[in-house]
């Protein structure tokens, strides 16, 4: 998972296309809905996570609280044996297969020259806290919704995809120290 | 073609997470190879640097829907079978301005934030635990908000029943409009020079 020793003697090679690795995705994202008939995902993952561990520490907290017992619901086998679960575990292999092949794997933290890298894990902390809540609060994150639902033409999923772009828009001036 | 073959009972539960684990390096390997796991591609978005995060975005959305209408108006997908995740149109409008926020602030969404950190990038990691701490901050103070979690329900519902366009119509005018906006998004990378973000 660390740096590899490939990556001292060639230097990354660069990303693809963009509509060649949207096409990659799409065609990912099709053979999903006709093999299983429903979409991608990766928020779901960490819900069901997070609520084996709330149930595993305290599990009467869990039971009683109804966001936690949906994924805790089937009692017949452990809620980590979920499908989006397996799935995210894919993500991480094939990131990690994409990233290799293309000498792309190395620790380092990505932020823009103004920034420390302190101050970079601070914002990504916060960020992905706040991603959290919004993605429970959408039912779904940009993979479950924005292109699982948009490609199905889901009215809510695209009303969140527009509104993420909105958000996302909205605030990227005062952010700009991190990136530029 | 008896399509989605899970829903026609082709294999059990047991198969469909090794479907799972299969579909999900399929989508990881097609994130990274695009650039999402990094950060700073995905944040140069928002500031009309580098946009490839629309163009990966839509040509993947384009490409599915188009085979997902092209599968059902041959007769070999059965439509009312693929699962179409329920609208709240408020709560969901409201939790995509929040998602945006932090897309922004912290540089990934959850999907990606994987393929960084699998990739070795430190900022990746930080955010995957920021993201379960808020997911738990969610479940925390879900009693407070589960009313207006369930507002506004639509049930599950298209664009083109909301609309009342038809459906192979619908799919034509979004390829158009999104071809438009790839042209659009390789003029605005020229004029404002190619900043685009590699490895």
Same mark, same amino acid.
């Given at each position: 998972m660390q740096s590899t020793s490939t990556e001292v003697q060639h230097a990354p090679k660069p990303y693809w296309n963009p509509y060649l690795s949207g096409i990659g995705l799409g065609l990912v994202l099709l053979l999903s809905y006709v093999i299983m008939g429903r979409g991608l995902g990766a928020s779901g993952a960490f819900s069901s996570l997070v609520a084996t561990g709330v149930s595993t520490i305290a599990p009467e907290h869990a039971k009683a609280n109804e966001f936690y017992n949906e994924y805790l619901a089937? %009692? %017949? =086998?452990? @809620?980590? =044996?979920d499908w989006l679960v397996f799935e995210v575990l894919g993500v991480l292999v094939g990131g990690f297969i994409s990233g290799a092949l293309a000498g792309r794997i190395k620790t380092t933290v990505e932020k823009g @020259?103004?920034?420390s890298v302190k101050g970079r894990l601070f914002y990504a902390f916060i960020g992905g806290t706040i991603m959290g809540i919004g993605a429970k609060l959408a039912r779904g994150c940009t993979s479950g919704q924005a292109l699982t639902g948009g490609a199905v033409l889901n009215v809510g999923s695209w009303a969140f995809m527009l509104a993420v772009f909105g958000g996302a828009y909205m605030i990227a001036y005062f952010f700009r120290r991190q990136w530029k | 073609m008896n399509i989605p073959f899970f829903k026609y009972g082709l294999f059990g539960d047991d198969v469909s997470l090794v479907i799972a684990f299969i579909i999900g390096i399929g989508f990881g390997f097609f994130l990274e190879r695009g650039g999402f796991g990094n950060g700073r591609k995905l944040a140069a978005q928002f500031y009309f640097n580098d946009l490839t995060v629309f163009k990966v975005m839509f040509t993947a959305i384009i490409t599915a829907m188009v085979g997902i209408y092209y599968l059902s108006v041959i007769g070999?997908?059965? &439509?009312? &079978?693929v699962y179409v995740s329920p609208t709240y149109i408020v709560p969901q409008t409201i939790g995509g301005l929040v998602l945006g926020f932090g897309f922004v602030i912290g540089g990934y969404c959850p999907g990606t934030s994987c393929v960084s950190a699998v990739t070795g990038k430190i900022d990746g990691m930080v955010y995957l635990l920021g993201i379960v701490v808020g997911i738990f901050v969610f479940g925390e103070i879900y009693p407070l908000v589960s009313n207006f979690y369930n507002s506004t329900p639509m049930g599950q519902i298209t664009l083109s029943q909301l609309f009342n366009i038809p459906y192979g119509i619908l799919v034509f005018a979004v390829v158009l409009m999104a071809i438009g906006g790839f042209a659009a998004a390789e003029w605005a990378e020229k004029k404002l020079g190619n900043k685009i973000v590699e490895p």
């Open positions: 089937d %009692t %017949t =086998k452990s @809620p980590l =044996k @020259p103004r920034i | 070999w997908m059965d &439509l009312s &079978l």
